[in-house]
């Protein structure tokens, strides 16, 4: 295994786990606000609040800003210097701030104007409207702490530094969590305290990464002019990187606008299954790109092509043999997952089925928004703007159509299916581009891979839904019982796809196997 796929394989091991802990906590988030709020008008209203300042993040932040960031920065630490880099790095924070500044006091100004155009379905509802209007306010300013956030990220990435990074987002759940139990049940609109708590999350994140960069030498005090001449690169990168890298957030934020003119719950509905499928979205996929970014970007300073091109083949394998059986187990276990995260207080029985409903069309598509992060991340590494953003708006232009095409027959799921099928254009659009752009052998291998993942886990499919559905049920149908059944069924799917997986000889299930060996010290 060569040092670049160690280096990836390491980092991958480190932001996965970092994000496995944020998922779990993000599951308890949402199972607090699923039991106290449900789906009615405050759940509504705080998840379109959120949605908006939480698609700039995605935006201007994860889906462009480090992607844009980073190479510019890995190319100044190979090829000028590390204060040269560090200067480029101060200069960024400080603009960054300046313009963050402005963008959040114009949010707050016009949140009824972004309220109305993200849910235009709730002027219907003058106190709906009215609320969601308060809680994006209150709201807003997550964008500056978050994109500042972002940035660091990059910097510390680069520098070979993933997990503060990667846990921060524990800060906002953990901040979340503790609104809903020592805010919510004090204030008149209980809404309030769930927007509070994202207030108080994006400033822990921030402040966290602050000691881990001072800990590598960077010291934000020193001087660095506002403008640097390495941002304009960072800019010529970061404006078409807005549409190419985030077009999974803008096709979920035309769901959440369609959803809006749907009957009431539709919103939470689609907002709880997208949470359940960023789990492996967040664990995986995410992980992998944020730690193949900073190897590609080295490859591609260095002119090496046929490095890049095996670092991305090995990236692309192990994705995709990831998230087809986590695909394939949350279409299987889709309702008895959503029953055990759930389903209790307000979210009841028609609220776990409708929710499990659009799990089962949003986890069609899983191994499309997984790849499309890695097909994106080579581009952006090889400093390319123009291709993802082509594609990514006949993402967006299919999304479109096929959602107001399939909302009328199949309601909520009709947006999940179009945001799913909208992802695999957009993946194979990118993948055609991306075979121009890298010629070369390999292009086989990976198809051969991932038939090999196709066949272990529709295998593991199969296994799964009869441990979860044929065998004797546990006793009782408490947390537990219901905890244990699904274990089970998880855990013998596992152990079958890893069977069927070392019977073909899929090079990937060493790799996995490193990563847990790593992550576990037995290595």
């Known amino acids: 295994m060569g040092s670049e796929t160690k280096r990836v394989t390491r980092a991958a091991g480190v932001v996965g786990a970092a994000t496995l802990l944020s998922r779990i906590f993000g599951f308890l988030r949402d199972m607090a606000i699923a039991g106290f709020f449900g789906a009615g008008m405050g759940a509504d209203a705080f998840f379109v609040a959120f949605r908006i300042p939480n698609l700039l993040r995605r935006l201007f932040a994860e889906g462009s800003l480090s992607i844009a960031f980073i190479p510019v920065f890995t190319d100044y630490l190979e090829n000028k210097s590390r204060e040269e880099a560090f200067d480029l790095a101060r200069s960024a924070l400080r603009l960054l701030s300046a313009i963050l500044a402005i963008i959040t006091l114009l949010g707050i100004l016009l949140s009824p104007v972004l309220v109305r155009l993200i849910a235009p379905g709730f002027a219907d509802s003058p106190d709906k409207i009215a609320l969601t209007v308060i809680l994006t306010r209150i709201t807003f300013p997550y964008i500056f702490f978050i994109c500042l956030v972002a940035l660091c990220m990059g910097i510390l990435n680069v520098l070979g530094h993933f997990a503060a990074p990667a846990l921060a987002p524990v800060f906002l759940n953990l901040a979340i969590i503790l609104s809903v139990f020592f805010i919510s049940p004090h204030l008149t609109e209980p809404a309030v305290g769930l927007a509070i708590g994202v207030l108080i999350g994006g400033l822990l994140q921030l402040l966290l990464q602050a000691p881990f960069l001072m ?24 404006l078409p990187a807005v549409f190419g890298a985030a077009v999974y957030q803008i096709n979920i934020l035309v769901g959440t606008l369609l959803a809006s003119m749907l009957p009431e719950g539709s919103v939470s509905y689609l907002y709880y299954a997208d949470r359940l499928v960023q789990f492996p979205l ?18 591609a300073a260095a002119r090496n092509m046929a490095g890049l091109h095996r670092t991305f083949g090995q990236a692309i ?10 695909m394939v187990g949350l279409i299987v276990l889709r309702e008895p997952i959503v029953a055990l995260l759930f389903k209790r207080g307000a979210f009841d029985m028609q609220t776990t089925a409708l929710t499990a409903e659009a799990l089962l069309y949003y986890s069609i598509g899983l191994w499309a928004f997984s790849a499309v992060r890695i097909v994106v991340a080579t581009f952006y590494a090889l400093e390319d703007t123009r291709t993802p953003v082509q594609m990514a708006t006949l993402s967006i232009i299919a999304n479109i159509l096929l959602s107001m095409l399939l909302m009328g027959p199949m309601k909520h799921a009709g947006l999940a299916l179009a945001t799913s099928l909208a992802s695999m254009i957009n993946f194979l659009l990118l993948i055609r581009r991306l075979r121009e752009r890298l010629n070369g052998a390999g292009w086989s291998q990976s198809a051969k891979s991932a038939c090999k993942s196709l066949i272990c886990s529709a295998i593991m499919g199969v296994i799964v839904w009869g441990v979860a559905f044929r065998l004797p049920p546990v006793n009782g149908d408490g947390f537990l019982a219901q905890g244990i059944q699904i274990g089970g ?35």
């Open 317 to 326: 394998n192990l994705i995709l043999f990831i998230t087809l059986p986590s």
């Open 489 to 523: 069924a998880i855990a013998a799917g596992c152990l079958s796809y890893a069977l069927t997986a070392k019977i073909l000889k899929s090079p990937e299930l060493e790799t996995v196997a490193a990563i847990i060996r790593k992550r576990t010290g037995t290595d």
């Open 215 to 238: 800990a590598r030498g960077f010291r934000f005090w020193e001087r660095a002019a506002l403008f640097h001449p390495g941002l304009v690169r960072v800019g010529k990168l970061m």
């Open 282 to 299: 967040g664990i995986f996929a995410i992980a992998l790109a944020t730690a193949v970014l900073p190897s590609l970007s080295r490859q």
